[in-house]
């Protein structure tokens, strides 16, 4: 059965540095999600990208944020100047065309800032 | 914005036994769909079973079923002869039919399952 993957599973960085997380949706979905899930709480909405751009945001998602479809495949979540609060379980997410396709979830990747 | 809510930080079961996860929700659509996800230990999202909104039959699988009641915004989660495996943080989630919209989701109940 098809999944999500993401790469790297734990990322460990220092304050103010950027970093990339990788995923890699479901080959035939055609919306791509970012999550995110702090420690203890619950998961909570990023972004939508649909048609090679953001189709939702929320006011987590600053301008410290962006992401990207670089290829076919991929889908990235880069950070800008990290902040220690940015420490988190990142969870992509993919879905179909139409709003009945449920969407999957990748394992997550562990952010911790330093 | 649509809001979840789970009322129940904590539940726990004996082995075998039946319990209920409670869900309710807020909001104005008409069309919209729910889902519990189970996260264990390692913290991935497994979906466990979906409901669209506008089929008054509840949702099965397995071992696992919803009481669905549209008029009342609830959405609880019933888990049939536990086990141990199902010891897991439980998130209900709800989302719009339009396409590519977001999920919403609770706050999560924590499952425990007694030997």
């Known amino acids: 059965e098809p999944e999500v993957t993401q790469t790297p599973s734990h990322q460990v960085t220092q304050m103010g540095q950027e970093v990339i997380l990788r995923c890699v949706p479901i080959?035939?979905?055609?919306?791509f999600y970012w999550y995110r899930q702090i420690l203890g709480q619950k998961v909570e909405f990023l972004v939508s990208?649909?048609?090679?751009?953001?189709?939702?945001k929320s006011e987590i998602f600053d301008d410290q944020f962006s992401v990207e479809r670089p290829d076919g495949s991929n889908f990235t979540l880069k950070i800008r100047s990290t902040k220690l609060e940015d420490s988190a379980m990142y969870f992509c997410?993919?879905?179909?065309?139409?709003?009945?396709?449920?969407?999957?979830f990748g394992p997550g990747t562990r952010l911790t800032v330093l | 914005a649509q809001t979840v809510t789970q009322s129940q930080p904590e539940m726990s079961v004996q082995e075998a036994e039946t319990v209920t996860l409670s869900c309710t929700y807020d909001?104005?659509?008409?069309?919209?769909?729910l889902f519990w996800y189970k996260q264990p230990p390692s913290r991935q999202m497994i979906l466990v079973i979906r409901q669209e909104a506008y089929k008054q039959q509840n949702a099965t699988e397995n071992r696992f079923s919803v009481n669905f009641q549209k008029a009342a915004k609830s959405f609880s989660l019933k888990i049939s002869d536990s086990q141990l495996g199902d010891a897991a943080m439980y998130f209900c989630a709800y989302r719009s039919a339009k396409p590519g919209n977001q999920f919403y989701f609770g706050t999560g109940t924590s499952l425990t399952v007694i030997p």
């Open positions: 909001t104005s659509e008409s069309d919209y769909y």
């Open positions: 997410a993919s879905g179909g065309l139409a709003g009945t396709d449920t969407q999957y």
């Open positions: 990208f649909y048609n090679n751009e953001i189709s939702e």
């Open positions: 080959s035939n979905h055609l919306y």
